[in-house]
């Protein structure tokens, strides 16, 4: 009964893909507890491909290592070593990450009316507007936007992005033209 998943990691190793599943479905309440607590979209994911890459590292020659409460203590560990350090990253994020608030960049100088707002997001295709209004104006994240459109957050993030640059294009060619008149 003894190292049954110094066993598990030996089959995942040798290709058996049920194995690796088995060793993700014993850690899932861990996995569970850390990406609830990060409150990200893909945290969970990043919390089992670490744990992927940590079974794949496992030093299995040592028998006194191989044993499975010294395995499932430092795969335990090494998955909340990462949430931490995910922790760390996502406050570096809010930290450095601002709001758009359409209040505040109307009353802005630069904007001589709520109108001329609404005219930059007539530069966008349809798609692109439709995803910027679920995003700023009713708050959805990404993944609600994604589920809702039957598109992949891939695509709702790019549409957002390249949405984004347009208007920052235009904003920076209205505010050069300000300058210079």
Aim: net charge positive.
């Amino acid at each position: 009964m003894e190292n049954i998943i110094s066993k598990k990691v030996v089959r995942y190793r040798k290709g058996n893909n049920e194995s690796l599943l088995e060793i993700i479905e014993v850690f899932d309440p861990l996995l569970s507890k850390y990406s609830r607590l990060l409150h990200g979209e893909d945290t969970r994911q990043e919390l089992i491909i670490h744990l992927i890459s940590v079974i794949s590292k496992i030093n299995l020659h040592n028998k006194e290592l191989c044993k499975d409460k010294v395995i499932v203590s430092y795969i335990a560990k090494s998955i909340k070593n990462e949430y931490i350090r995910l922790s760390k990253k996502k406050s570096k994020i809010i930290l450095y990450e601002s709001e758009l608030n359409l209040d505040i960049e109307v009353a802005y100088d630069g904007f001589e009316s709520e109108f001329e707002l609404l005219d930059i997001f007539k530069i966008l295709s349809e798609k692109e507007a439709y995803i910027m209004k679920l995003l700023y104006v009713y708050c959805l994240s990404v993944s609600e936007i994604s589920a809702f459109m039957n598109i992949s957050r891939q695509a709702v993030n790019q549409a957002k992005n390249r949405s984004l640059r347009k208007i920052k294009k235009i904003y920076i060619w209205k505010s050069g033209e300000r300058i210079s008149n």
